[in-house]
């Protein structure tokens, strides 16, 4: 009688997982200079500079930037990935979209924000108000981010906060090019009291209608 041999279990490729692995990382690193603001328009990101960085070959980096392409963070030129260029029509279709998320997005938070949160954000506040008086842009630019991801912290809706946050990336690029103009500190500052004066009222109306002030004045500011 023959006795069937058993089936043998394929293992895993190691090298793909690791391969995987690695253009993971690099995504993660890319992305995180991206939002913090890192690379500029004139910014040429190349493939085999952060392979050499990754100490890797080119195929797991470029994984990596042409996935940051299909999502909109870059584009792929013969020399290179850049940001995008937005064009006026750009600029408002992200502050329409914005206006559609985040006003609602925020008065849910309004009830579900910690003291805990609340007083985290009226250090970011605090911070904006220093950097306005120095004149700090990067400073004040990163109290802004940082107040906003404050409250995003009290969305419970996972796809809501999802969807802000892709647009929030797409959208730092128009901060950048406004936070430089006359008045934008201030009106940045007088925003973020505002919105926490309605947090820490937990006045849902109050905060959606300082979201609403609050992404006006930004657009108005970019298109002056």
């Known amino acids: ?17 690791r391969a995987k692995t690695l253009m993971e990382t690099v995504y993660q690193e890319v992305l995180g200079r991206l939002q913090r603001g890192q690379v500029g328009t004139e910014d040429r990101i190349l493939d085999y500079e952060i392979a050499a960085e ?9 994984q990596a930037l042409l996935r940051l ?7 792929g030129t013969t020399r290179g990935f850049v ?32 003291d805990e949160q609340l007083g ?7 911070k904006c108000r220093r950097a306005v008086a120095k004149k700090d842009i990067p400073a004040l630019s990163d109290a802004n981010t ?17 969807e802000i946050l892709r647009f929030s990336d797409h959208s730092r690029q128009v901060g950048r090019d406004t936070m430089a103009k006359a008045n934008t500190a201030k009106l940045v500052a007088d925003g973020l009291e505002r919105l926490l004066e309605g947090f820490v009222a937990r006045d849902p109306v109050r905060v959606r209608e300082a979201s609403e002030a609050f992404l006006d004045d930004a657009e108005r500011q970019y298109f002056l």
């Open 1 to 17: 009688m023959e006795v069937d041999e058993p089936t043998a279990i394929k293992q895993p490729r190691r090298t793909a997982l």
């Open 54 to 62: 990754f100490d890797c070959t080119r195929m797991p980096v470029r």
């Open 69 to 75: 392409v299909n999502e909109g963070y870059l584009i």
């Open 83 to 114: 940001l995008p260029v937005l064009t006026a029509q750009d600029v408002r279709e992200i502050f329409d979209v914005r206006r559609m998320l985040e006003p609602r997005a925020a008065a849910y938070a309004a009830e579900a924000l910690t």
């Open 120 to 126: 985290a954000l009226a250090a970011a506040c605090r």
């Open 146 to 162: 940082t107040f906003r991801s404050i409250w995003l912290d009290g969305i419970t809706n996972v796809r809501l906060k999802g």
